[in-house]
Nanobody, 116 residues
Framework: QVQLVESGGGLVQPGGSLRLSCAAS????????MHWYRQAPGEERELVAV????????NYADSVKGRFTISRDNVKNTTDLQMNGLKPEDTAQYLC?????????WGRGTQVTVSS
């Protein structure tokens, strides 16, 4: 059974940091691209960051470049999103996704709220 379980969300003040983690099981993790998406109420889902199966290729949305860092551990089957310099506009539900070809799996998400 495929599972993607996100953790690490919460309430943080502007300028603060959070580290999100996604634990994967039920599929061959090291063959899948891993993504972090976010979705704010009333907004479309936005791709935040993606990392290739080996970790050698990484891309970020322009809105988070220089502030967020995606990483993965192919032994522990986890992917993390380190978020620094958080802004109120980063407030959203953050979701982890795994993709290989046309197959895509989704987690349920973790809420990040940036507010003073």
């Amino acid at each position: 059974q495929v599972q993607l379980v996100e953790s690490g969300g919460g309430l943080v003040q502007p300028g603060g940091s959070l580290r999100l983690s996604c634990a994967a099981s039920g599929f061959t993790f090291n063959l899948h691209y891993m993504h972090w998406y976010r979705q704010a109420p009333g907004e479309e889902r936005e791709l935040v960051a993606v990392i290739s199966p080996s970790g050698s290729a990484i891309n970020y949305a322009d809105s988070v470049k220089g502030r967020f860092t995606i990483s993965r551990d192919n032994v522990k089957n986890t992917t993390d999103l380190q978020m620094n310099g958080l802004k109120p506009e980063d407030t959203a539900q953050y979701l982890c996704s795994a993709r290989r070809g046309n197959t895509k799996y989704w987690g349920r998400g973790t809420q990040v709220t940036v507010s003073s």
